[in-house]
C-alpha cells in the first residue's frame, strides 16, 4: 500500500477569538508544509489589503529577515507591491465572510533560506473583494518547527480554522 | 479587560492551549501597528503628494485631471 504523501499533522478551529494561533513541535518528517486557513478578523481594523501600513495575515514567531512581493486584483484594479515581513493575504474586513488562505512552505528542513508562497481570496459579501498571490522569503537555514498566525493587533473570530499538512515527496 | 490570548497548537502530541499573551508578546503587537499606522500615513502622504504634482503637470497643460488620466489610460 503506498504511504500517504499529504497528512493532517495539525488543526484547530477556534472555539474563542485568539490574537494568534501558534503550531509548535512541527515534526521534521515531511518534504513541505502546507497550511490552508479560513478566518475572519474580530478586531475592529476592517479592511486591511497587504500594503504600507495595512499587512493583513502574517507569519511570525520565526528570527531572520523576511520580505514578500505580491499581486492583488479587486475587481476593478490590479496592484503589486513588497513589503518587509511575511504577510501572506489580504484582510477584507470583520463581517462573517471568511477569508481563505493556502501558504506553502517548501523545504521546511532544509538547510537554506525559505520561499514561502501563498494564495488568498478575501471575500466580503461586499463591492470590494480581494484575491492576492504573495511570494516570500525567509532568510534563515534552520529547520522550522514551530510558527504563528496573526493580524497584527486584531484578533481571529470565533469559526476560524487552521489546517497545517505535510507532503512528503516519497 | 481581558488580555489578548493565543492558541498554541503542539504538533506532536496534539495538546491544544489557549494562553494568555504576555506583556513582551502584547508590546510586540502594540509596536507592529503603530509601525503599521505610521507607514499608513507616510503612504497617503505620498499618493496625496503625487495626486497634486499630476494636477500640477494637468494644469501646466491646459487639461483637467480627468482628461490627464484618460489620455494616459
Same mark, same amino acid.
Given at each position: ?170 | ?22 506583556? !513582551?508578546?502584547? *508590546? $510586540?503587537? /502594540? #509596536?507592529? +501597528? =503603530? @509601525? ?12 496625496? !503628494?503625487?495626486? *497634486? $504634482?499630476? /494636477? #500640477?503637470? +494637468? =494644469? @501646466? ?13
Amino acid at each position: 500500500m503506498p504511504s500517504p504523501t499529504y497528512t493532517l499533522i495539525a488543526s484547530n478551529t477556534l472555539s474563542t477569538s485568539a490574537a494568534s494561533v501558534t503550531f509548535s513541535s512541527i515534526p521534521s518528517t515531511y518534504t513541505d508544509l502546507v497550511l490552508r486557513c479560513s478566518f475572519v478578523d474580530a478586531g475592529a481594523t476592517g479592511v486591511q489589503p497587504m500594503g504600507a501600513g495595512t499587512y493583513g495575515l502574517r507569519i511570525t514567531g520565526v528570527s531572520g529577515t523576511t520580505s514578500q512581493r505580491f499581486i492583488r486584483g479587486n475587481g476593478s484594479a490590479a496592484s503589486s507591491s513588497s513589503i518587509s515581513g511575511l504577510y501572506m493575504a489580504d484582510i477584507n474586513g470583520t463581517g462573517s465572510t471568511f477569508t481563505s488562505v493556502e501558504i506553502y512552505i517548501p523545504s521546511y528542513t532544509a538547510s537554506q533560506n525559505k520561499p514561502i508562497s501563498s494564495f488568498s481570496a478575501a471575500e466580503a459579501n461586499a463591492t470590494t473583494a480581494y484575491i492576492s498571490a504573495v511570494a516570500a522569503l525567509y532568510q534563515n537555514t534552520s529547520a522550522i518547527s514551530s510558527f504563528s498566525l496573526d493580524l497584527l493587533g486584531d484578533s481571529f473570530a470565533v469559526g476560524s480554522s487552521f489546517f497545517l499538512y505535510g507532503l512528503k515527496n516519497s | 479587560m481581558s488580555r489578548p490570548t493565543k492558541v498554541v497548537v503542539n504538533c506532536e502530541t496534539g495538546v491544544q492551549e489557549v494562553i494568555e499573551l504576555t506583556d !513582551a508578546e502584547i *508590546a $510586540e503587537l /502594540e #509596536a507592529a +501597528a =503603530a @509601525k503599521a499606522a505610521e507607514d499608513a500615513a507616510a503612504a497617503e502622504a505620498e499618493a496625496q !503628494a503625487k495626486a *497634486a $504634482e499630476k /494636477e #500640477a503637470i +494637468a =494644469a @501646466k497643460l491646459g487639461l483637467t485631471k480627468e482628461e490627464l488620466l484618460k489620455l494616459l489610460s
